[in-house]
């Protein structure tokens, strides 16, 4: 659960909010990259998770992934919202790929 200035965001079923984590500004080669030109980071922080998804025969599934941990999401997976001036992802569980360590 992630509290903003008078709002809770508490994702349900198998929704994760994720914080996504800012992008390399700065290419290796020393080039400074402009806003415009750069790719969305595709790795967040879990800030909150979903409690998990029925299955079919009516089994709660459990959620793999874990509040404070890095994880990597597919491109196009997510909805992206801001809050105040705080920008939030909210995908489902299965987008997400893995967790970076």
Known sequence: M???KGSTIKP???FVLLK???SEEVTPSGIVLPDSVKEKPQIGEVVAVGPGA???EGKLMPMVVKVGQKVM???WGGNETKV???EWLI???KDIMAVVE
Request: overall charge neutral; proline content about 5%.
């Open 2 to 4: 992630s509290k903003q």
């Open 12 to 14: 349900l079923f198998d």
């Open 20 to 22: 996504p984590l800012a």
């Open 54 to 56: 029925y299955n079919t």
């Open 73 to 75: 999401y597919k491109k």
């Open 84 to 86: 105040g001036t705080e």
């Open 91 to 93: 995908v489902e569980q």
